[in-house]
């Protein structure tokens, strides 16, 4: 799954009329770079959920995407702008496009720019194999998030800590690897579908079952930029 329906309040007027993951960045869509990634990885299958502005973003990739001689990307999309007049959150747009995902998908935001990931099929049948209900990839705390979001254990499980417990924590890249478990009670009670719209952030979700030891994670060092304002997209471009 691919996340495409936030707003982009801080990018304006620059996604007043272009949703921000359809922002240019070296040549190409903003949101083109993670799912060529996708498809480089092996992924035949995409959700993206998207809201503002999102017919531009079904019309400009259609149902299906091929490059670079690889088998066509084929998309489907959770329209939350059309269904519910707005995004429903990461959590909530995850539960909302949960009927067209298997037991185990990747997430990524397509905001995000991480050029050098890799959607590694073996990492998704090491997830697969394990026990977690969620495996993130973690950064190294960029400028605007100096205090991080959450800690790694030398056992590789991702830690719920405050931001004063005095270990170092990290920022969440956005992407990681689930399964359908995590959004079904204990840890989320919006419906299968969300039927109603719920709007859930992500955050409340995970801390809970990192707290039960069922988050792992990783330290991902490669480039990565949220791109968050019109700064760090002009440094992206230069």
């Keep these: 799954m691919l996340l495409a329906a936030g707003r982009g309040e801080r990018m304006r007027p620059l996604t007043d009329h272009t949703p921000k993951p359809l922002l240019p960045v070296r040549g190409k869509p903003l949101m083109q770079w993670p799912m060529e990634a996708m498809a480089a990885g092996g992924v035949t299958r995409l959700v993206v959920n998207t809201a503002w502005l999102g017919e531009q973003i079904s019309s400009h990739f259609g149902p299906q995407a091929p490059w670079d001689g690889r088998e066509a990307l084929s998309i489907s999309y959770s329209d939350e702008g059309r269904d519910f ?15 067209l995902l298997d037991d185990v998908f990747w997430v990524a935001a397509g905001d995000v720019f991480a050029p050098d990931f890799r959607f590694d099929p073996a990492a998704l049948a090491r997830f697969r194999a394990g026990d977690a209900l969620a495996h993130l990839w973690l950064v190294p705390n960029p400028a605007h998030n100096p205090k991080g979001d959450f800690g790694l254990g030398e056992d590789g499980r991702a830690r719920n800590v405050p931001a004063d417990a005095g270990v170092p924590r990290y920022t969440f890249s956005t992407i990681g690897l689930y399964r ?17 719209g719920v709007k859930a952030a992500l955050a409340p979700i995970l801390r809970a079952a990192m707290d039960e030891g069922r988050v792992t994670a990783e330290l991902y060092t490669g480039g990565w930029t949220d791109v968050g304002t019109p700064e760090r997209l002009a440094q992206l471009q230069r």
């Design 85 to 99: 007049g707005g995004a429903l959150e990461t959590a909530g747009g995850i539960v909302r496009a949960l009927p």
């Design 180 to 196: 359908a478990a995590l959004f079904a009670p204990p840890y989320c009670g919006i419906p299968p579908g969300n039927p109603e």
